[in-house]
């Protein structure tokens, strides 16, 4: 039987199939390249952890605990809709290392075939196109993006070392500057990617970069999974850890479903919230 879920928001009560949820919220229809539509997605416990770093190491991971495979249908259904992810180069080492998944392609499991065929229902290539975000510009390409033919972008702070700019460069890769220090800022990002074409930007890239392009205003929906489980930890990771966002980070409910049966029964909340635009 599959997978239900019951909405709580905006019409509490309605039970509907997971799959399918968030294609429902027709992203395609929201963003322009001349305003563009970026979100991100993360998981999290209640108690805010949304990964974990090793005292040994210095490694960051998310806990298997807080993943499911409801989770991580609405994540591809999310993926389906981008023009463009965004991920940053730490995550292409971790990759190259193999200490992550694959998470650059979507509708490729038989799972998921479904998801790839709304892409390509939708005239869309069947998959997006990548932005890699690094301020040191050391991270290998994988093979797999190069297989499906997935234009890559490489995004940088204007102090990058010129050593690797210019080794990017011998390779045929553009390198983007959106950022007046080593670092990349949100908006400028999200301006140099509007104008390659993309109105819809899916931030994969972290905390760090969910947090920078909620300082510039360029966010606009957090989709967030809260698992019901209380982590602990005395290092991990939440949705931001620099200064005070202030009016930056006031978002609105936008959506609200109970899934009672994952992960490994405990229930958890897929909900989605809107930036709060000041009038």
Same mark, same amino acid.
Request: proline share 5%; glycine share 10%; net charge negative.
């Given at each position: ?21 968030? /294609? ?58 981008? =023009? ?17 998944? =694959?998470? /650059? ?10 998801? @790839? ?19 040191? /510009? ?10 499906? &033919? ?16 210019? *080794? ?11 950022? @007046? @220090? ?21 931030? *994969?890239? &972290? ?45 609105? /409910?936008?959506?609200?479903?109970? =899934? ?20």
């Amino acid at each position: 039987m599959a997978a239900q879920i019951l909405e709580l928001y905006p019409n509490s009560g309605i039970s509907r199939p997971l799959d399918g949820t968030y /294609l429902a919220h027709e992203l395609r229809r929201l963003g322009t390249t001349a305003r563009p539509f970026v979100y991100a997605n993360f998981v999290s416990s209640l108690d805010g952890r949304i990964a974990v770093v090793e005292a040994d190491t210095g490694e960051s991971y998310v806990l298997e605990d807080l993943t499911s495979s409801h989770d991580w249908r609405l994540f591809q259904e999310l993926q389906a809709q981008a =023009d463009c992810l965004v991920t940053h180069g730490g995550y292409l080492r971790a990759l190259a290392a193999r200490k992550f998944d =694959d998470i /650059l392609q979507v509708g490729l499991t038989r799972q998921a075939l479904d998801i @790839g065929d709304w892409r390509s229902a939708h005239g869309l290539m069947r998959q997006p196109a990548i932005a890699i975000v690094s301020r040191t /510009l050391d991270f290998p390409i994988p093979s797999s993006l190069e297989r499906h &033919g997935q234009p890559v972008h490489i995004i940088t702070g204007n102090e990058a070392p010129p050593d690797r700019i210019a *080794l990017w460069r011998e390779r045929g890769c553009e390198v983007i500057f959106a950022g @007046g @220090g080593p670092s990349v800022d949100g908006a400028p990002m999200i301006d140099a990617l509007a104008t390659r074409g993309y109105a819809h930007l899916y931030l *994969l890239a &972290g905390p760090q970069m969910l947090e920078t392009v909620l300082r510039d205003g360029a966010l606009s929906r957090l989709y967030l999974t809260m698992t019901h489980q209380v982590i602990g930890g005395e290092r991990f990771h939440t949705l931001a850890a620099g200064p005070r966002l202030g009016r930056g980070g006031r978002l609105q /409910l936008h959506t609200l479903y109970f =899934d009672a049966a994952a992960p490994q029964g405990t229930g958890q909340f897929f909900a989605s919230f809107n930036v709060r635009k000041e009038g």
